[in-house]
């Protein structure tokens, strides 16, 4: 394996009641401001809940955030920190609320003109405001993880960023919080993390053994596990473990020290903001199409994960590898997601506009070998449709 | 699962020439006190690096540490602390030298009369000093946990104490530093995180498959390197991997919201402290033993532990468990550890003395049942005869 450096230190308090640790978690006498998004909290009572825990602090709130949370939007909040004193931060909701609320957190004490340069000039990170989170929607890992992503709509662009500073300070990961939820975003969720799991584990052999069966334990978990939740909402141990598994798909703990792709979110990225497409709903379709091109370069990491994580006995190499991506395909469209583009009413013709999007964001190079040019994204791209 | 918290803010900087961090991570201006043990960093050329890397601190060394760090060594250098005023403690070596160190943290700014009072009236730790680690016999994964093994010699007393607070700051994984240990050293160092996996694996099903799927992959991984490790001390791979399962099997992440044992490791220190067996030598001898007394109430996790690490294909379920108890004493024997007491020259008079220690230290209601009391930790010692 590779070398790596380590470091986590976000609290996680897993399971039903954990949401009355928040009153132990945030300092006393803070000035908090209660971050969440569309009114569903309201509507499953977890909004009377937060309210009850802050009982003692002084809060504010701001709601509103939505999915593929804006630069624009979330500046308003920041802009309320800045008049109201904020010193703690507390998301309520997915990865859009958790991502737009760090976002805020490093935005507010940022002293140049704009904190969009903190995103596109990768600007180091100075004064930031600490942030905690409760989790309703198991998706992206971003509760417990230091990366963001924010979409500047005026330009369509949606870009992420990490830095150490943005690991919350706790998370609330309570997963009867998830049992309202719609199941297409369980469906999206799942996905996600499949994803997820997959730009760190589908790569090429650096002999790590230990980081490669955590992958495919999560894998595993969520091919098992994420029908069941599509089948039944009420069932606490299956959203545990759903919850459990996308956090841990993104934790950090299976991509030390190991080679990371991450060429179908940049691709998907782009799908997102110019066509709307879910966040998901993009890496369902590229995800595979990725696999397919990259097929020579990752055919060990491929036939590996066809067979551990599959179960594919075939002797053909080739065999394995087309099972194996078939079988993720398939994964996909029994979570209700679709894996073609044409499915989107998305052509051969939109798809220059979408590598001009890459060019401009300076995505020449992506994938573990940096060998996905813009001209192989476009191929990708086709595969796709 | 069960509910849980998780917290572990060590930084973990792995591989070759990270020992260069340590520069960075202590404090500058701090007085350190560079523990270690014996003279191997002085053969092997580690000693001179760390006193390079000092360089511009004020550094103060105390070693002579040896396995099993006892309570009245370990208080010589609490004096030392106090004395010099040390505000960073660097321990280098293995598990010993960091949970000595771990008591010296938490012993120095103790107020009352006799440190031992932390460990044995289960006090709460006020002040601190913070520790830093670097590893170079993995086995205890005492290098990114917050838990400490010491023995009061003078009564033959073992004990474990856990803190928050004993977290290291951080921890430098260089495997080129376990390169020139005794074989003996990396049998025992397997041996004991198989052993650790399997304390927190091994119990009954709650339905918490990450976490089963994680600690799967660190016995599967301890099984396929630990041989390599003994046969090859040079390749690095294999150390690299050795190294890191043996940290991943106790740093929390296997053992979160699952029931879990330790009654091997109870029986086990009793063990070490009357007879001076190794650490790993009693658990390999104590480990099988428990498996089989207790195959009953483990039955669900013994068979899925013979079938998913071993692969065993029988249909019989007491002889998947049979030969799962077997191939883990192999296993054992096929790292040069004894699996039976009497190979050690105890004999059933001998176990009185043993019981009566654990009666002595409360151990009466072990396991994850508490099912284990003093005439089942009897017949456990005598099934392991």
Request: no cysteine; aromatic share 10%.
């Given at each position: ?93 997915g990865g859009s609320v ?284 086709q595969y796709a449709l």
């Amino acid at each position: 394996m590779k070398n790596f450096t380590y470091f986590n230190p976000t609290k996680i308090f897993f399971g039903r009641g954990q949401i009355e640790n928040i009153k132990k978690e945030i300092p006393p006498s803070s000035n908090v401001l209660f971050v969440y998004g569309g009114g569903s909290i309201k509507k499953n009572g977890l909004y009377d809940q937060v309210v009850s825990e802050l009982k003692g602090f002084n809060f504010y709130e701001f709601s509103g955030i939505e999915p593929n949370p804006t630069y624009e939007y979330t500046m308003k909040a920041v802009e309320l920190i800045r008049i109201k004193n904020i010193d703690f931060l507390l998301a309520v909701g997915g990865g859009s609320v958790i991502d737009a609320t760090k976002f805020m957190s490093v935005a507010a004490g940022y002293k140049g003109e704009d904190p969009w340069d903190i995103i596109i000039k990768k600007l180091p990170v100075e004064k930031t405001i600490p942030l905690g989170t409760i989790l309703t929607l198991p998706a992206t890992g971003s509760e417990m993880n230091s990366a963001s992503v924010i979409t500047r709509s005026s330009t369509n662009d949606k870009l992420g960023f990490v830095r150490a500073q943005m690991y919350p300070q706790f998370s609330i990961l309570d997963p009867t919080f998830t049992m309202s939820l719609p199941s297409k975003y369980i469906a999206n969720g799942v996905a996600d993390a499949f994803t997820h799991v997959m730009e760190q584990y589908l790569t090429y052999p650096v002999n790590s053994p230990i980081q490669d069966r955590f992958a495919e334990g999560i894998l595993l978990t969520l091919i098992e596990e994420g029908p069941k939740a599509l089948s039944n909402s009420q069932d606490y141990d299956v959203r545990a473990n759903i919850m459990w598994s996308t956090t841990t798909a993104l934790n950090g703990w299976i991509g030390l020290g190991v080679p990371q792709d991450w060429s179908t979110h940049m691709i998907g990225h782009e799908l997102t903001a110019l066509f709307d497409l879910d966040h998901a709903e993009s890496l369902a379709v590229i995800l595979p199409s990725v696999m397919n091109w990259n097929r020579k370069l990752k055919s060990e990491k491929l036939i590996q994960f066809g067979r551990r994580v599959w179960g594919i006995k075939e002797n053909s190499n080739d065999l394995v590898i087309d099972t194996a991506i078939q079988k993720t395909q398939e994964f996909f469209s029994s979570l209700g997601l679709k894996t073609r583009l044409k499915e989107y009413g998305i052509t051969n013709e939109d798809l220059a506009q979408v590598v001009e999007k890459l060019k401009e964001h300076g995505m020449i190079a992506l994938g573990e070998h940096r060998n996905i040019d813009l001209e192989a994204s476009q191929k990708i791209l086709q595969y796709a449709l």
